[in-house]
């Protein structure tokens, strides 16, 4: 049943217009691709058409590692996370630049896939919802169909508002290599309160024709109602944000809460295994993978060297220092008890979830990044594999898969697009600044704070002392799900945490104690304002004939 999301047929290429050869003996019908007549006159094949546009083309070396990419980077070698504060890639991959403020339109990086994936995959969309009709099938089929189609295009538009800002509105057209290259609609963009608009329209539109629950028709991985209502509440976060400044705290509120309404959705009791855990109750949109499908395997992508792993995403002190005392307190108290000589003792539950350390338990044995001698150290094996900044990536990671040799062993995690949590989250942060810290937006942040094993909140922190909580807590709950990278931009706070160093921890033996020194683990790390948006990509421009406006500082 849980197969049906990941089928890859020639459809997952997204080839779909063919033409025809006046000769006899040129008119070969491909096998990788299913001709226009064939997708239409078959409304099984239509849905797998469908099921497939939630996947995009590989257009950039390590993406999905063979497999089909889906939004945003998810579970492939270089991490979003490694563009923030949160972590670095070990082995640069295209990532470094971006942390060192050499964002150019003709020099990306890793994101420099977004505003071609997206409106591909949106003409693709397009090309569905233009010819639905004349596909047969029953009218509650149709209606599901169309509501996928209508969350599936939101979806896009969201990812492309919060790389870019104002983006081109392509409403229903399917474009042509013949299409008029002079029509200004194709390359006028809009503005960011229109933008938002049209996104949240569709989102709506998807809501009221998407099943509340998955049965065995619409299975995992596939939208809902609830996953349309929580994308919702994430633009109308966004748009009320300062970066945005296109929408109001009250309606983001309101959004959020008509997903709490539902009743659908609840906290995982375990934080560590929800991420290993397709059918957690607080999974509102994900990502299933299938076993002998091509994907990075986290455990070898992202483990440390002596385990046999890459290192991968490797945790920055800038991020490990955001954890709190698990009594509530920031480290940086002088009565929080925290220990400089003894660092990872008494922290917030979901570090030792998140993070492996000097010290920590890990398969059977321990983790040493400590030098000399370290095994997971530069002196241990594969060096060229060994942490630059003192940690290794431990959320996500599944014990019971191998490191080496993982191909067909490994890989089971679900990707979570969207869960619960954060829609409280989400809640917690637009009820605050439309009303301030009220009950209820303390009982949103306690919730996750109970599930977490941490104290709840302080009694009576005025809005200010609340937003920096929420702040805080956002940056901790959903450590490396691709949220660090758009708060710190929607807040206007990343000019602070983008523009100073990665900082790393080195930990030295002598004498059987450990002495911990903050290192520089990349140098050059700088942010500028321009860097609140991503360059639109230069060929983008130039096949435009320069009609499309690059992003301002670029």
Request: glycine letters at 8%; hydrophobic letters at 35%; aromatic letters at 12%.
């Amino acid at each position: 049943m849980k197969t049906k999301y990941l089928i890859i047929s020639a459809l997952a290429c997204g080839v779909f217009l063919s033409t025809s050869c006046k000769k006899d003996y040129l008119n070969i019908t491909p096998t990788s691709k299913l001709s226009n007549t064939a997708i239409l006159g078959d409304s099984s094949l239509f849905e797998d058409y469908v099921i497939n546009r939630y996947l995009g083309v590989i257009l950039q070396n390590k993406e999905g590692d063979g497999a089909p990419p889906g939004f945003g980077r998810g579970f492939e070698y270089g991490m979003w996370s490694s563009l923030t504060d949160e972590s670095i890639y070990n082995n640069d991959d295209n990532t470094w630049l971006i942390q060192r403020g050499q964002l150019a339109p003709e020099n990306t990086g890793i994101a420099g896939t977004i505003w071609g994936r997206s409106y591909r995959s949106i003409r693709e969309i397009n090309y569905a919802l233009n010819n639905i009709n004349s596909v047969q099938m029953s009218s509650a089929h149709r209606q599901r169909l169309l509501g996928e189609l209508h969350f599936l295009r939101g979806y896009r538009y969201q990812d492309l508002i919060r790389n870019y800002g104002g983006v081109v509105l392509m409403g229903n057209k399917v474009t042509e290599l013949n299409s008029n290259m002079q029509d200004p609609s194709l390359f006028q963009r809009a503005s960011i309160q229109d933008c938002m608009k049209y996104a949240v329209s569709e989102l709506d539109s998807a809501a009221q024709l998407l099943p509340l629950t998955l049965d065995n028709t619409w299975v995992l991985g596939r939208a809902t109602k609830g996953a349309a209502l929580a994308l919702k509440s994430r633009l109308l976060l966004y748009a009320a944000s300062p970066l945005y400044n296109a929408g109001s705290w009250a309606d983001a509120a309101a959004a959020a809460q008509a997903v709490i309404n539902m009743g659908q959705y609840s906290l995982d009791p375990s934080y560590a295994s929800l991420f290993l855990n397709q059918n957690s109750p607080e999974i509102i949109f994900e990502r299933t993978y299938a076993l002998a499908a091509p994907h990075t395997r986290l455990e070898i992508a992202n483990g440390p060297n002596s385990y046999g792993g890459w290192a991968g995403n490797t945790p920055l002190q800038n991020f490990v220092d955001s954890y709190q005392m698990s009594n509530g307190k920031d480290i940086t108290d002088a009565t929080s008890g925290y220990d400089s000589t003894n660092p990872y003792v008494n922290r917030d539950p979901r570090f030792y979830s998140t993070v492996l350390y000097n010290g920590a338990s890990y398969r059977g044995s321990t983790i040493q990044t400590y030098t000399p001698g370290g095994k997971d150290s530069k002196d241990g094996p594969s060096n060229w594999n060994a942490t630059k900044t003192g940690y290794y990536l431990r959320k996500f990671m599944n014990d019971a898969y191998p490191i080496n040799n993982p191909w067909n062993a490994a890989g089971l995690q679900p990707w979570i697009y969207i869960r619960y949590a954060e829609v409280l989250l989400n809640y917690a942060e637009a009820q605050n600044e439309a009303v301030g810290p009220d009950a209820t937006v303390y009982a949103a942040i306690n919730q996750i704070r109970t599930r977490a094993g941490m104290p709840n909140l302080t009694a009576g922190l005025s809005q200010s002392q609340m937003r920096t909580a929420i702040w805080h807590e956002r940056q901790v709950e959903l450590a490396f799900e691709e949220h660090r990278f758009y708060d710190v931009r929607r807040w206007k706070i990343a000019g602070q945490t983008e523009n100073v160093p990665a900082y790393g921890i080195s930990v030295t033996l002598s004498g059987g104690a450990y002495t911990y020194s903050r290192i520089v683990a990349l140098s050059g790390r700088t942010f500028s304002s321009k860097e609140y948006w991503l360059p639109i990509p230069l060929a983008e421009i130039q096949a435009s004939n320069n009609q499309l406006q690059q992003n301002s500082g670029y």
